[in-house]
């Protein structure tokens, strides 16, 4: 596909485990686009604040800290399977940032207006570069709603907590499913405020089918798009 009608911002949003993660990254490998994922500075900040001891409850002091550390989101610097790499002033916390207590915490620490207010101009910022396949929560509805084309990908709790199962064992992390589904359902409970479907979002359902039959999908709607365009 050439870059004749493609749009310069694409947004990706769905609940926890959707698969937004993995297809914004296969879709954004296959245009050339940046890949940015707008939840790991939400997993970033969640994993200083039970570092650093920081009540969950002590909104003020999340939103200082959002403000004064330097996070940066940059191309993988370590082959290990990681789609990028996050600094937290200089220090590389990637790995981190998929654990379970952090998997715990962050709908608790994102659901507060103030952090999200705080976090929202970088993410803004990063997306207005271009080329750019942003994913996360409340991308296409608020942090970016002039994108150019959003997509809001849906699947069923059971999926989702199968792949989240899955990839919490591929790196090692003795949990079970149950466990993993329970953390679902209490999450998507914390997130139903913050998973809001844009109107003008092309909604995809992605059970059943695996991540590169999901990438076609997406791509001949972007080639389907284009030619209306030409």
Known sequence: MNDQG?????????????????LGALLARHLGYTYF?????YRALTYLVLQRGIAL???????RL???VDLQV???TVDDGRQYTVLADGEDITRQLRSQEVERHVSIVSAYPEVRTALRDQQRRIGLQGRVVMVGRDIGSVVMPDADFKIFLLASPEERARRRYNELRAQGQEVSYESVYRDLQRRDALDRHNTLQPADAYVVH???LT?????STLLAMLEQRARTLR
Do not use: C, F, Q, R
């Open 6 to 22: 493609l749009p310069s911002v694409i947004t990706i949003d769905g609940p926890a485990a959707s698969g937004k993660s993995t």
């Open 211 to 215: 991540p590169t039959e999901v990438v």
């Open 66 to 68: 959002a403000h004064d």
């Open 57 to 63: 409850d002590d909104v003020a002091a999340m939103v």
């Open 206 to 208: 992605t059970d059943g």
């Open 37 to 41: 994922d707008t939840g790991v500075l």
């Open 74 to 76: 940059l191309p993988a």
